[in-house]
């Protein structure tokens, strides 16, 4: 069964600590996309990437790193820079980008402890 | 960038009522996405438009796009408690390799 998976469900972060946010996907798709969502917002897109070894920052970058070293793989680090990092994590990919559909995993709760 | 604005912001309705929401655009949108996102969880794919004045139909849900592809209509007949969520339109920009989505229309219906 095809799909994309975010672990974990729920995070917590002390202060300066940083965290690691995972994104698999088994649908051989070759653009993934993060983004972050606030109550009342839109998603606001962190970085994407639309092929293995390359990624664009997105429109919220700051205080994020990601990778994309396999196809499958594309986790998300938000770093201690991050000074308001409580949201609702999306991880998505896309065939190839662009205007084709993004598929959603369930999402990773961050909240600060 | 490109923004598209959804209007309302919020909706609540009575069930079997319809409604209409729309996604705007200052500038001509090359495709249009819709998407739905359940109470607590993910956005789901609901429909693409690309043509002037498309028109698709999924059940009870119609969506439209305008003649000069500057906006977008989603339409639901007699409303379902099952309805309810956040619906979000989204486009990529020009054409380009990321989405941009709007922020949502979000749906509570009155059994």
């Known amino acids: 069964d095809g799909g994309i998976t975010q672990s974990p469900k729920y995070l917590f972060r002390k202060e300066g600590q940083n965290v690691t946010l995972s994104c698999e996907q088994n649908?051989?798709?070759?653009?993934m996309y993060w983004y972050r969502q606030d109550p009342g917002q839109g998603l606001r897109l962190i970085y994407y990437?639309?092929?293995?070894?390359?990624?664009q920052k997105g429109d919220i970058a700051e205080g994020y790193s990601v990778s994309r070293e396999k196809k499958e793989s594309f986790p998300l680090t938000v770093t201690s820079a991050q000074k308001n990092p409580t949201a609702f994590y999306l991880c998505?990919?896309?065939?190839?980008?662009?205007?084709?559909?993004?598929?959603f995993g369930d999402g990773t709760r961050l909240s600060i402890l | 960038g490109q923004q598209v604005m959804q209007i309302p912001q919020y909706q609540h309705v009575q069930e079997g009522e319809d409604f209409t929401t729309y996604c705007n655009s200052s500038?001509?949108?090359?495709?249009i996405q819709w998407y739905k996102q359940r109470p607590g969880g993910h956005p789901v794919f609901l429909i693409q438009?690309?043509?002037?004045?498309e028109v698709k139909k999924q059940k009870r849900l119609t969506f439209q796009f305008g003649e000069a592809k500057k906006n977008s209509s989603l339409h639901i007949t007699a409303t379902q408690t099952t309805d309810v969520g956040t619906y979000f339109c989204?486009?990529?920009?020009?054409?380009?390799?990321?989405?941009?989505f709007g922020k949502g229309m979000k749906l509570t219906v009155n059994p």
């Open positions: 649908l051989n798709h070759d653009a």
């Open positions: 438009l690309v043509k002037s004045g």
């Open positions: 989204a486009e990529n920009q020009g054409g380009s390799e990321k989405l941009v």
């Open positions: 500038t001509t949108l090359s495709n």
């Open positions: 998505a990919s896309s065939a190839d980008g662009g205007n084709q559909p993004q598929h």
């Open positions: 990437s639309q092929i293995v070894n390359d990624f």
